[in-house]
């Protein structure tokens, strides 16, 4: 018969905690003063909302809110603060930053929670790739924070002082699979599922018959791009393919890739940022495709947050990210489970 673990609120197990969790307190803290030195205003976004984010693989949490004359509307526990920053950007903040609870379902593993910490920021009128310095800076400054001279996670090290790798998406999808990923897109946006199915077997991967492009990419990338990411030093994967990063710009020089990146540390993805888009119109017809997308794969559509389409419509050039903050204060304790570093998880 398997063990009960003992619950988190027991003592003995609290005493075992706490030192992942008071550094967790003190993470938090030199990340708060790093913003304020750099002239970042803390905000703080609402949590219920009537888009939980349009993602076709990203699912919420729903609630309904009753009105004073008894009338329901249905809203969703934030998945990310992301459209609210994005309103304040609109509204007239220059640089900001929030450390919020959101609330993602379907997700529960030793680096998931249901309810986590994210840690966003976003700066106007600045290019994505200061937001690649800001990472790094980050990471040290973590490190310092709680003591550690090398990240560790699951027998796999990071240099969290080393300058990170920047690694382009279709250079890793080329060195580690034999991939020639930009010959699988063309310039107006579409994806050739067919040349990229027959790459991947020829890699070494099933395909099902039923696998759309995305299902095969992110097949690749998890078998065989992401064991490499972060080892001995952090890796910042960048210049995604434009169909799999809808809320980011394309590039100048390739519309077939966009200004996405994400932070890597010891094989955990750590954060996820974009080059804006601000295009109201481009914006509506991505969250239609993957609405789409995830009415055909699970049945259910979220609705569109008009409010936010209008915003884009006045908001200026930006870049943003997403950082998980537990993952980070994992690898800045030593802690091995998400669980460690909150301080009432989920029962």
Not at 102 to 118: A, D, L, Y
Not at 171 to 195: K, V
Request: proline content about 5%.
């Amino acid at each position: 018969m398997p063990s009960v673990p003992t619950p988190w609120w027991q003592p003995s197990a609290h005493q075992d905690r706490r030192p992942f969790l008071i550094g967790r307190n003190r993470l938090m803290t030199a990340l708060r003063g790093f913003f304020m030195a750099e002239d970042f205003t803390e905000v703080d976004t609402s949590i219920l909302q009537v888009s939980p984010g349009n993602e076709a693989h990203l699912h919420a949490f729903a609630t309904d809110l009753i009105d004073a004359d008894l009338s329901v509307r249905r809203f969703y526990l934030h998945t990310s603060p992301e459209f609210a920053c994005k309103k304040l950007l609109a509204a007239g903040e220059e640089r900001l930053f929030t450390f919020a609870k959101v609330f993602r379902n379907r997700e529960r593993t030793g680096t998931h929670s249901p309810e986590f910490t994210m840690l966003e920021w976003y700066r106007s009128g600045e290019p994505y790739q200061k937001l690649m310095e800001d990472c790094a800076r980050l990471l040290a400054l973590a490190a310092e924070t709680g003591g550690q001279k090398c990240f560790r996670y699951r027998g796999v090290e990071t240099d969290p002082f080393a300058e990170p790798e920047r690694l382009g998406v279709a250079e890793a999808f080329e060195r580690f699979a034999g991939i020639d990923l930009l010959a699988t897109l063309d310039r107006d946006g579409g994806s050739d599922r067919d040349a990229l199915a027959h790459a991947a077997v020829r890699a070494g991967l099933r395909v099902a018959a039923d696998d759309t492009w995305s299902d095969i990419y992110s097949g690749v990338l998890v078998q065989k791009i992401e064991p490499h990411l972060g080892q001995g030093r952090a890796t910042i994967l960048h210049d995604y393919p434009s169909v799999e990063a809808a809320l980011a710009r394309r590039t100048a020089d390739d519309p077939r890739v966009s200004e996405r990146f994400e932070l890597y540390a010891c094989g955990v993805e750590l954060a996820n940022a974009f080059g804006e888009l601000t295009d109201p119109d481009e914006q509506r017809r991505r969250f239609q495709a993957e609405m789409d997308e995830k009415e055909r794969v699970y049945g259910e559509r979220y609705p569109i947050d008009e409010d936010f389409l209008a915003a884009l419509a006045i908001m200026p050039q930006a870049s943003g990210i997403a950082l998980g903050f537990d993952r980070l204060a994992m690898l800045a304790t030593g802690a091995s489970r998400i669980d460690q570093v909150i301080w009432t998880p989920v029962a």
